[in-house]
Each structure stands twice: as structure tokens, then as C-alpha cells.
T-cell receptor, first 112, second 113 residues
Framework: DVKVTQSSRYLVKRTGEKVFLECVQD?????MFWYRQDPGLGLRLIYF???????EKGDIPEGYSVSREKKERFSLILESASTNQTSMYLC???????????FGPGTRLTVL | GEDVEQSLFLSVREGDSSVINCTYT??????LYWYKQEPGAGLQLLTY?????DMKQDQRLTVLLNKKDKHLSLRIADTQTGDSAIYFC?????????????FGQGTTLQVKP
């Protein structure tokens, strides 16, 4: 059974803190993605990675960075969290040019 | 650029059919998808259609694709309360070979008993 896991379901942080969101997949997928989901805006791509140490900016990369040191793990970093980064963050993975993206359960981040 | 549009909300009565609509802009999309998100969960793939198909049926689900109008629809027959969820339309841009998807805003389906 395919699995994408995210380190936390709920997270509360303070403005200015450095925040790490971690995602792990056990399917040996090349591609991994980070999205944020906001009501009425759908899913917006923050960053994606198609191989270890490779990354590409998505549609809204400002304020975020990513790290992919191992194939199974993709981390999203908020260097200095701000209140407008309060959102649901979803991680996904798929095979290179695969048909389906597999999603984790999401992390609901609140920045106070 | 690529864009996918959906209406935000649909309410139906249990047992009725639901039709969720989506428009997209990239005529070179290879696949078009419908994902379902239940409360508190991530997205799960419901069904997808290859761009050279007009229709796909899978039990209570029917997907219709009108390539000329770049319009995709998802029909759920005999809608049940368990179908209440957010439904996302997505396309895989023809310009991308990275497995990247473009998602719509999501349609919240409310099923009244």
C-alpha cells in the first residue's frame, strides 16, 4: 500500500520562528511536491523536486525553501514564519511523469 | 499560462445526481483528473481521463471531456452523504514532463439527507 506521511497533522508556531515540515514517501518515487491549500484558491504549488538535491520553484515559492537530501524525504522550510503562511500544507509524490500523484494527510500550520 | 477553474460549491439531495464542472486552458494537456478530499484528509485520486477520450465511466462516476471547449465534468449518480467532500479538477500540462499538476479551486459538494 502506497504511503506518503507528513511529520505533523497540526502545528502552531510564532511569527519569526523557523519551521520545518517533513514529508516521507515509501514508494521510491522520483518526484515530490509541496502545495499549500487555502479556501477558494485550491492547491498552489510551492516547490517540487524531481531527484535528490534537485528542486524547482512552483507558483508561490516566496518565503519558503526546500531540501531533498534523500530520495524518500522532502522538507519544506519557512525561514521566518509569518501570519500569512497560516495554511494547510500538502505533500505529494509520483513517479517521473507518472499518472497519479499520491498525497499525504496534510499539516495544518497556524502562525500566531 | 495554464489555469483550471471550478465553481466553489454544489448542494444536492441524497439520491440525486451531482455534476461538477471544470474548465481548463492548456489544450495540450495529456491527462485530466478528479481528486476527492474528505474532511481532515489529503487528496485521493477518484478517476482520470486521457485527453484522446471523450468519456469514461467507473461505477457511479462518469467523466465527460469536451476538448473543443476545454470542459471537463464529473457526474456522480445516486449521490450519497458519504460523497460529501471537496472535489478538485486537475490537468497535467503538455509543456511539463515532470508529473506536475495544475489544480482548480475545488468544489465543495454538500449532500443533504
Amino acid at each position: 500500500d502506497v504511503k506518503v506521511t507528513q511529520s505533523s497533522r497540526y502545528l502552531v508556531k510564532r511569527t519569526g520562528e523557523k519551521v520545518f515540515l517533513e514529508c516521507v514517501q515509501d514508494m521510491d518515487h522520483e518526484n515530490m511536491f509541496w502545495y499549500r491549500q487555502d479556501p477558494g484558491l485550491g492547491l498552489r504549488l510551492i516547490y517540487f523536486s524531481y531527484d535528490v538535491k534537485m528542486k524547482e520553484k512552483g507558483d508561490i515559492p516566496e518565503g519558503y525553501s526546500v531540501s531533498r537530501e534523500k530520495k524518500e524525504r522532502f522538507s519544506l522550510i519557512l525561514e521566518s514564519a509569518s501570519t500569512n503562511q497560516t495554511s494547510m500544507y500538502l505533500c505529494a509524490s509520483n513517479l517521473l511523469a507518472g499518472v497519479e500523484q499520491f498525497f499525504g494527510p496534510g499539516t495544518r500550520l497556524t502562525v500566531l | 499560462g495554464e489555469d483550471v477553474e471550478q465553481s466553489l460549491f454544489l448542494s444536492v439531495r441524497e439520491g440525486d445526481s451531482s455534476v461538477i464542472n471544470c474548465t481548463y486552458t492548456d489544450s495540450s494537456s495529456t491527462y485530466l483528473y478528479w481528486y476527492k478530499q474528505e474532511p481532515g484528509a489529503g487528496l485521493q485520486l477518484l478517476t482520470y481521463i486521457f485527453s484522446n477520450m471523450d468519456m469514461k465511466q467507473d461505477q457511479r462516476l462518469t467523466v465527460l471531456l469536451n476538448k473543443k471547449d476545454k470542459h471537463l465534468s464529473l457526474r456522480i449518480a445516486d449521490t450519497q452523504t458519504g460523497d460529501s467532500a471537496i472535489y478538485f479538477c486537475a490537468e497535467s500540462p503538455g509543456s511539463s514532463n515532470t508529473g506536475k499538476l495544475i489544480f482548480g479551486q475545488g468544489t465543495t459538494l454538500q449532500v443533504k439527507p
